[in-house]
Nanobody
Framework: QVQLVESGGGLVQPGGSLRLSCTAS????????MGWYRQAPGKERELVAR???????SYGDSVFGRFTISRDNAKQTVWLQMNSLKPEDTAVYYC?????????WGKGTLVTVSL
């Protein structure tokens, strides 16, 4: 069984930065995709970024060029560096793992971008 634990959310002003982290317990392999999704109030959950084997990250259109995903397979940890944050980035951010056809989710961490 895999569990995902996120940290790093909080309140930040527009233009600021935050770094989220997610550490997985249980067995996670480098070929398993890890990533971040977010869900704002009244909206559907959307992809923020994902990465497999520490290479070839992909990003949602709304965050491309502002957010960076990285991963340490030995630590079973994925990070999301968020820069130039905007109020529309306000959401609950969920860590995600796709492991051989099974989806695992963290409980989420709230990011609020506001003055």
């Amino acid at each position: 069984q895999v569990q995902l634990v996120e940290s790093g959310g909080g309140l930040v002003q527009p233009g600021g930065s935050l770094r989220l982290s997610c550490t997985a317990s249980g067995s996670v392999f480098s070929e398993n995709t890890m990533g971040w999704y977010r869900q704002a109030p009244g909206k559907e959950r959307e992809l923020v970024a994902r990465i497999r084997s520490g290479r070839d990250p992909s990003y949602g259109d709304s965050v491309f060029g502002r957010f960076t995903i990285s991963r340490d397979n030995a630590k079973q940890t994925v990070w999301l560096q968020m820069n130039s944050l905007k109020p529309e980035d306000t959401a609950v951010y969920y860590c995600h793992l796709r492991k051989y056809g099974e989806d695992y989710w963290g409980k989420g961490t709230l990011v609020t971008v506001s003055l």
